[in-house]
């Protein structure tokens, strides 16, 4: 008898066991139908057969990475005896290339999909059966499984800060093991070029390199240095195949015309305006700089992306689109002839004239064109695929006209965006997309007619590297926040189940370890927090496990919970614990610290422009600072500091470069005026124009790139404690001043 009839037979107690029982298993995304059997299948002396030709590679892969995730060794044997056979096989079963089933018996185990698509996706859910099985064997079972969406994808930003082949390939591990889809790999962008294109080699020797702003920009002899790389086309086929054989689909961006001023760095006449990049540039932000209308410049990105399509074998091919300021176009001779032609010269009429022979192109070399919401047009062709980012409105009017989209929105699904407010957390945006929220997303709007819903592909969270430096960081921000994605996107929404997500994902953080990928505990880590009572509790973000403390450094799950030690004075070391594992890692906490020591990352912004995580620009080697900062309104605030016990105050203070375009805001930028020709940082309390406490003099800090303290042994006596603002008073933006810490000495 099967699960489903006993389930049909004794009601509504075996459906809620189920639920139960599906939420427990250690896999995620959570597969969509499973169903227990009885006994077990004996996992020693196993191994894997093929029974066609379409699984044979899929079952030696797989053998590989059982081995290599989880220490299994099941060798492939043709030959092995029925009972030990963990066979691969496509056979006509499921609606959908990706469905599949996994049978468990007993006898033998099996693996089937209509597609090899489909079982691919097997594979990567009966690895994580695999590794998280208890002994050596596997509870019989049959899962029948597919996914909600056909598109489940992460943009990796390759362009900004260039990552090893090793560390894709891992990344790509870790996306398979979620079954996620695709790899939009950005690979072009003002800052940088990455991909060897043979026909124009100045792409890579010029483009792929460009000098950091700031102190990292020079060596210790006070020489320009590069910064930058690129990948051969052997190297991304390479990446290409490693990804094809765990069933993910590498999607490549060429980035045009916008966010082209490495191509025009590298080749000058390629420009609207020849010449109007000297190099290439290490701002963040928005340029104006466009590829040119000639036919030139048409036929260079013709060749280019042959080369890129004889690279990749993918049928989307993604070239942008996003971001494009026309102000070039209109004042070159070929935008002037184009807008005398077409009587019009806004934006979109421009880029349409631009994009639409482009996807005929692309259309015309079998491959399907995608590309940014800005993108859409009431010519461009039928075919193409529009990636909706500024919120969901452009996948709203993509499938209103019949066309295929995939939801991408900012904020929602920006993984540079912090996953809390915590001073370990690393550069990227202040703005907060928590594990909670992502795996809130809702994928499918109302907004979308349902005889349009099928033009829903699926969705993509995206991974921009401006201020993401580092490939640590990079896993950090990626992990496991694409695990919620992936469950969003595979799992139907009747399944899916927060508390249980919460119960399955820890068993994943063992696989991103052995895959030396620097995941985040955000959701799970202890914290400090004050009530409204003025009570300290120790909390985590997603209320999750239970939080352990300890006096030393090592914490068990033997060891008291949080309110043991939580009112005691002095350091104590938490960890969050799920019965006798611990998912987050150990935390140094300081009940009461608060009071008197915030980092920028935990003061008040004044304003909410561009609140960006910056990190500091030097060393250019070694651990650098991080600030907390609006860079259009650089100003903080501590509320209700503790002025009527403070005799003293030190604020640590850094200096960043300007490197942002940010068009006319950056006009906007106002300071107060200095009292002496060198900057100074201006204390006041109840506001911004309140009266004034100190005021510091810059001069000493203006040769210390790094971060420099500031003193007051003396604070006046007050009678009440009080907001507190921290301003910079300066001549002009460059550099831009920031708070790194304030630390408040008792009386």
């Known amino acids: 008898m099967s699960g489903l009839q006993k389930s049909f ?105 209509r597609h090899a698509a489909g079982l691919h996706q097997a594979a990567n859910t009966f690895l994580q059966l695999l590794c998280s099985a208890d002994g050596g064997s596997l509870p019989a079972e049959q899962i029948v499984d597919a996914p909600r969406f056909r598109w489940r994808g992460a943009l990796l930003d390759s362009a900004r800060h260039m990552q090893s082949v090793d560390f894709i390939k891992r ?61 051969t086309q052997a190297e991304a086929r390479e990446l290409a195949a490693y990804a094809a054989a765990r ?64 690279v990749f074998p993918s049928h989307y091919l993604h070239v942008g689109g996003d971001e494009l300021d026309a102000t070039q176009w209109r004042q070159s001779p070929a935008g002037q002839t184009l807008i005398a032609r077409l009587g019009r010269d806004d934006r979109a009429t421009l880029q349409a004239a631009y994009t639409e022979p482009l996807a005929q192109f692309v259309a015309n070399s079998g491959r399907r064109l995608i590309g940014w919401d800005e993108m859409l047009s009431p010519a461009l062709d039928p075919g193409a695929v529009i990636m909706s980012w500024r919120g969901i409105d452009g996948g709203l009017q993509a499938a209103a006209k019949g066309h295929d989209t995939v939801l991408s929105p900012w904020p ?95 068993a994943s953080f063992a696989i991103y370890d052995r895959l030396h990928l620097a995941y985040a505990d955000s959701a799970f880590a202890p914290r400090v927090e004050t009530d409204a ?44 614990y799920l019965g006798d594992q611990p998912i987050s890692r150990v935390r140094q906490l300081e009940p009461g610290a608060e009071r008197w020591l915030r980092t920028s990352a935990s003061l008040k912004l004044c304003g909410d422009a561009i609140p960006i995580h910056l990190e500091d620009d030097a060393p250019f080697a070694g651990a650098r600072a991080r600030f907390a900062v609006d860079i ?51 204390m006041r309390r109840g506001s911004c124009q309140g009266p004034e406490l100190h005021r510091w003099s810059l001069q000493a800090a203006l ?15 007050l009678a009440e404690d009080d907001d507190v603002c921290l301003q910079f008073a300066q001549a002009q933006l460059e550099p831009v001043w920031v708070i790194d ?7």
């Open 171 to 231: 990344f790509i591990d870790a996306m398979a093991w979620h079954r996620l889809n695709v790899l939009h790999w950005h690979l072009t962008d003002d800052q940088g070029w990455r991909l060897e294109i043979k026909q124009y080699p100045r792409l890579t020797e010029v483009g792929a390199f460009r000098v950091p702003a700031g102190a990292a920009g020079t060596d210790d002899s006070g020489q320009p240095r590069s910064y930058g790389g690129f990948y």
């Open 412 to 506: 929602d699904l920006y993984l540079d965006n912090s996953q809390s407010d915590a001073s370990d957390e690393p550069p990227g945006r202040v703005r907060q997309v928590t594990l909670a929220s992502v795996y809130a997303f809702n994928p499918m709007p109302k907004g979308i007619a349902a005889d349009k819903r099928q033009h829903v592909l699926g969705i993509q969270a995206n991974l921009w590297s401006e201020h993401i430096r580092t490939e640590d960081r990079m896993a950090h921000m990626a992990f496991p926040r694409l695990a919620a994605l992936a469950e969003v996107a595979w799992t139907q929404s009747a399944q899916k189940d927060w508390q249980g997500f919460l119960k399955r994902l820890p």
């Open 247 to 310: 069933g993910i689909l590498i999607v490549p961006e060429i980035d045009v015309p916008a966010h082209a001023s490495a191509i025009i760095a590298a080749y000058p006449e390629l420009g609207a305006i020849p010449g109007s990049v000297k190099a290439v540039p290490a701002d963040w932000g928005i340029y104006q700089n466009l590829l040119s209308l000639e036919p030139t410049t048409q036929t260079f990105v013709e060749n280019v992306l042959r080369e890129v399509m004889a």
């Open 741 to 747: 810490r304030i630390r408040w000495s008792p009386r």
């Open 9 to 113: 037979l004794f009601g509504t107690l075996a459906m809620v066991v189920w639920f139960v029982q599906a939420a427990s298993l250690p896999i995620v995304p959570q597969p969509n139908q499973r169903t227990e059997q009885a006994g077990a299948f004996d996992l020693r002396d196993a191994a894997f057969r093929a029974q066609d030709p379409a699984a044979a590679a899929i079952a030696e892969t797989l053998a590989q990475r059982a081995m290599a995730l989880c220490d299994r060794t099941i060798p492939l044997n043709p030959d092995a005896p029925a009972q030990k056979r963990i066979d691969l096989a496509v056979l006509a079963i499921g609606d959908s290339d990706e469905s599949y089933r996994i049978t468990i018996e007993p006898e033998r185990v099996l693996l089937s999909a």
């Open 533 to 576: 009572a003025g009570e300290t509790m120790v909390v985590n973000q997603v209320q999750f496990g239970t939080i352990r403390v300890s006096s030393s450094a090592t914490v068990t799950a033997r060891d008291p919970t949080w309110q043991a030690l939580a009112k005691r004075p002095g350091t104590i070391y938490a960890q969050t």
């Open 632 to 682: 259009q309104h650089p100003c903080w605030i501590w509320p209700k500091a503790p002025l009527t016990k403070a005799a003293a105050v030190q604020i640590d203070i850094g200096q960043v470069p300007f490197n942002f375009q940010i068009g006319a805001a950056k006009d906007q930028i106002r300071f107060e005026s200095p009292q002496s020709t060198f900057p100074e940082l201006v």
């Open 703 to 717: 040769s210390n790139p790094g971060v420099t303290a500031l003193l007051l042994t003396e604070l006046p006596t």
